[in-house]
């Protein structure tokens, strides 16, 4: 169910036989006392200060005020007498004061409108900004410097606009509120549109004496360096968000957030794949066939790590917990090494003998073909 309306002299605190002198004082002295620039962010003011308006318009307006204390609420309804209308327009030559019939169907409607008001408290305009990082900041995390520039309440002022020991008039056409209401056709097809009031702009009030210092505006454009931590862990194309670090608000409306867009520099050695890391390891074909006690790297430093002999290539070992830190901070992800054995590709003759050797040993070079592989290599030296 709709919400229930208050009585309109109760609302402003008379009697209902009240003069207009009485009706005026009134409503003056409320609109003071809920403006928003005494009470930046308070919505139960702001909420007050609507029924006021409502009810001083009313009230302050002979026929208006004939027909609410005639017929209550009902008889200021701008709806009331025009729900039970059916019928074709065409033809008729309704006059709807230059609207069209698409502005009464499709536009603000039946009485009311969507004018939105800049009288209540308005938050702040989001900023962006960049950084680079290495990828060394990126694991442990870091601090950034970087240089913002954005609106800041206008310290002359403090965000009123108006110079310093002068304050701002409440416009005498919206009374406050910031929007006016403009009402069209007559009868049953009467209907009421709302709209920034164009005396004040929409701001509810006026300025006969700006502030030199912003002009009027209530804020001003400075230049900032902003501090920001970086968190461990962060991933190329994320953002951190600084809240309250955007550009002021208006009316007492809180300041917006800056965006701060991460771009991590790559490594030479790691890939990254969300908190696991893949490096590529090449060893030698000794230490793939032995065994061999390495040193790897990773992102905490070298690492002390077991090559098992006999080791294939293409091997890939899992370090549980060696990876990146979870941007959360919940854990880390693992490391993943990828053996690749290296093959010689320069061997001198001593060499080449000891491969021989060794094939001979595990059977690879059969010893009945040995003086054969011995005249093969003969015949390639005198070649040479």
Avoid at 9 to 19: D, M, N, P, R
Avoid at 224 to 233: D, E, L, Y
């Amino acid at each position: 169910m709709p919400e229930q309306k208050r009585d309109f002299y109760e609302v402003l605190g008379v009697s209902k036989g009240a003069s207009d002198d009485e009706l005026k004082k009134a409503y003056r002295k409320l609109v003071k006392q809920y403006h928003p620039d005494l009470n930046p962010g308070d919505k139960t003011a702001e909420a007050k200060l609507k029924e006021i308006n409502e009810a001083y318009e009313i009230l302050s307006d002979k026929d208006k005020r004939a027909k609410y204390d005639q017929f209550g609420h009902a008889g200021v309804d701008p709806n009331f007498g025009a729900g039970g209308f059916n019928g074709d327009f065409g033809g008729f030559g309704f006059d709807f004061g230059g609207f069209d019939l698409g502005d009464i169907l499709f536009g603000s409607g039946f009485g009311g409108g969507s004018s939105r008001s800049r009288t209540g408290p308005i938050k702040g305009e989001r900023l962006r900004a960049s950084v680079t990082i290495s990828f060394e900041e990126a694991a442990s995390g870091c601090e950034k410097e970087i240089s913002v520039t954005r609106m800041e309440q206008c310290d002359d002022c403090k965000g009123s606009g108006c110079a310093p020991g002068t304050t701002a008039e409440v416009c005498p056409d919206c009374r406050g509120s910031g929007q006016v209401r403009i009402q069209r056709g007559g009868g049953p097809l009467s209907f009421t549109t709302t709209a920034a009031c164009p005396k004040c702009g929409g701001s509810g009030k006026i300025i006969h004496s700006p502030c030199k210092s912003c002009n009027g505006v209530g804020s001003v454009r400075r230049q900032r360096k902003i501090t920001v931590n970086i968190p461990a862990g962060i991933d190329n194309g994320q953002a951190v968000s600084l809240r309250g670090q955007g550009s002021a608000g208006k009316n007492g409306g809180p300041a917006g957030d800056l965006l701060i867009s991460v771009t991590v520099r790559p490594h030479p050695q790691f890939k990254r794949d969300g908190s696991d890391l893949y490096l590529d390891q090449p060893v030698t074909f000794l230490q793939a066939a032995l065994g061999a006690e390495l040193e790897i790297p990773s992102i905490d430093g070298k690492l002390k790590w077991t090559l098992p002999a006999g080791t294939q290539p293409g091997t890939v070992f899992r370090l549980r917990g060696k990876g990146m830190p979870s941007v959360n901070g919940r854990g880390r992800g693992d490391q993943y090494v990828n053996v690749s054995v290296k093959v010689p590709t320069s061997l001198n003759n001593e060499q080449k003998e000891a491969l021989r050797s060794f094939g001979q040993a595990m059977g690879e070079i059969p010893a009945e073909n040995d003086e054969g592989l011995k005249g093969f290599f003969e015949k390639k030296k005198k070649k040479r």
